[in-house]
């Protein structure tokens, strides 16, 4: 733990700020006396990520202890910690408390570990290797998936659509899903409309792998996703965003065939309660997205996220020949809508 902290020290000198994070999880809920972690430039989600990569050990180390998906929970602290980055009162700095990444590591953890708890015996390694050849591609019904969005991919939200997954043959354990989900960007429409029929695009979202699956499981997944789309259903394109605020690169998307498309600017998180919120929930359960209505209708409960954040990665991929030609030359750039 020594170690730890004092790589973590280092970094934080490196990116020119004052790191003092601690090198254990505490037992207590919250901190007694604020400590504050001073950033000495406005923060930006890149010295977030840094702080949380920095800690990936103690991470992983403490989901295995939970029993927990580490990835869930890495991904999950990534969406929950801007909600604490705030404004100081120096012009251009930005204070986070030093607790506060250890108290979110452990309230995120309980979260996890109880949902995830009924389903532990997935998360084990398999008594003998899985290899690509022994996997089966399989729909998944709408209860099954709805544990799997809800429960272990990193968004935490079922999301309506068709859901497949890779199976292994032998054990009948599921390796991997994945669903598609009816095609609902209406600021993408009118750039692929020319070349492509908008009744003739799904939108790909929440792959979830074990970390036990084998190698280069998302690009034989995706592979066989739109083998079967093209056979069934005629799609003729598919859409998929990829955050990169939470530390993802694409460069699976990338390695199976998908292209970027968009740009998205404007991205910021929502939450309610503390807990991180999608788009679709708040417009589902209030009927809009728009920040400064939700304030108004659900005062301190609702917070919007202040910190600096990467554009979402919109990735394309056409499925037939004649779709190649909505592929942009150079990305489009968009604003992220208000619905």
Known sequence: MQKIAAGLADLGRNMDAVVTLQSHIKSHSKPTVPELLEIKRPCSIDKLIALVLGEEENIFSHARERAIDPLTLRSRLLLHLPQFVAGDSLPGERVIQRDVIQQEILVLSNLIEKSQRPYAQWLKQPESP????????????????????????YIGSYRPGR??????????RIVCIGSVASFDLKHAEEKIAPHVDPRSVLVFS??????????????????KLCRQLRQERDTSFMFSFINRNVAFDARSHKAAGWTTFAHEEGTHYMYLDGRYRTMRFFVDNYGTSDPDQLRKRLCHSFQ????????MLLLAIPLQRRARKAIPTDPYLFERPVL
Request: with cysteine.
């Open 130 to 153: 899985i290899a690509l050849s022994d996997l089966e591609f399989v729909p998944l019904d709408d209860e099954t998936a709805t544990v799997y969005h809800e429960c272990f991919h």
């Open 163 to 172: 859901h497949f997954a890779f199976r292994d043959k032998n054990s009948g």
């Open 304 to 311: 919007v996220s202040t910190v600096d954040l990467h554009p």
């Open 206 to 223: 929440r792959f979830f792998a074990f970390r036990w699956a084998p190698k280069n499981t998302f690009s034989h997944f995706s592979s």
